[in-house]
């Protein structure tokens, strides 16, 4: 590390101001700072100093998708294999959905960090880290059979539209991961929903068999139009079809572990998700409507479809979320509240933490609004008290 450091530094005068690579100086400091903490310090005002900077905390994130993300390339496999009818072992398995999700990871961040690139170019600004996550959060959403140049579209409209317009990472009032998903949920409905888009098809490199047609319901997608599924502990390890990244309960709380002990994200919002959507769904399965998906039991809500991965890495993004301490709790329940009100009232749309977690990003700023001003009508009232 020590011989890297120096080579940065005898290298850095050219991507300095003058040198004969000024022109890609943001490109330089990008890859300087994901390697290294920065050592320079502020000239005025009072700062408190860290080592822990945004890169650093992104950096933490993508450690905790990992465990969702590997499982859900066994996944992949092992549904691929299930549906053709062919054996294979888990390297088998495991090696065909990494072949598989591989290039929706490559083109989600050569799309994204490329726009972005583009733009800390032309605004001569540093490269902004938040794609970091970003990137390996839309492969993890959408379906394996999504096709690569979909993806592409969806990415570069979401990196546009929903951060750069706004001024980058930090201040954008949307997901960028889920505006995404709602690009490609609203744009390509067919490919993103039906029972023909969880199961990959195709041969790769001669890993399983290629098949045409092979179809295969994810839960929720059998209780809006069939019956409500028995539970299974399939729901909870995750081989069941979905998305790419969010079948697996286990592996989600693998990287909940991680992210609330390294502090990334907030107990209260991650808490209040789940607490939202159990009383909501015991609500409808003691009142509910005549439906299959109403009668769901609670905890079959919670373990089904993208509500756990939604409420772990999507629901606790720092930017889009609440920050005051008590409106994480509403902002939490009201999350995992309206993704079942969705589910069930919405007979054309399986699933709701999609657009349940991108509504309350909406709210998010009136939630902290009115804790503040609660506070301030607090203090005031005990302030005029005393005197």
Known sequence: MKALRNYLDKIKPNFEEGGKYHAFRSVFDGFETFLFVP???SKTGTHIHDAIDSKRIMSFV?????????????????????????EGSFIELFGYGFLAVLPKIIVSYVVGLGIEFIVAQWKKEEIQEGFLVTGMLIPMIVPVDCPLWMLAVATAFS??????????????????A?????????????????????????????LGKTVDGLTAATPLGVAKVAECPAFSWDMVTGLIPGSIGETSVIAIAIGAVILLW????????????FVGGAVMGWVFNQWGPDTAVAHMPWYEHLCLGG????????ATDPVTSSRTENGKFVYGFLIGAMAIIIRVLNPGYPEGMMLAILLMNIFAPLIDYVVVQNNISRRAKRAMSNN
């Open 307 to 314: 509500f756990c991965f939604g409420a772990v890495f999507m």
């Open 159 to 176: 990196v546009i539209f929903c951060k750069e317009v706004f001024g980058g990472t930090g201040m954008n009032i949307f997901n960028p």
């Open 178 to 206: 889920l505006i995404t998903r709602a690009f490609l949920f609203f744009a390509y409905p067919t490919k993103m929903s039906g029972d023909t888009v969880w199961v990959s098809g195709d041969s790769i490199f001669g």
């Open 262 to 273: 390294s502090g990334v994200a907030s107990w209260k919002t991650m808490l209040s998700v």
């Open 62 to 86: 993508v450690i905790a998708l990992m465990p969702a993300l590997l499982f859900g390339m066994y996944n992949v496999g092992y549904q691929h294999y299930h549906a053709a009818g062919v």
């Open 39 to 41: 050592n320079a310090t």
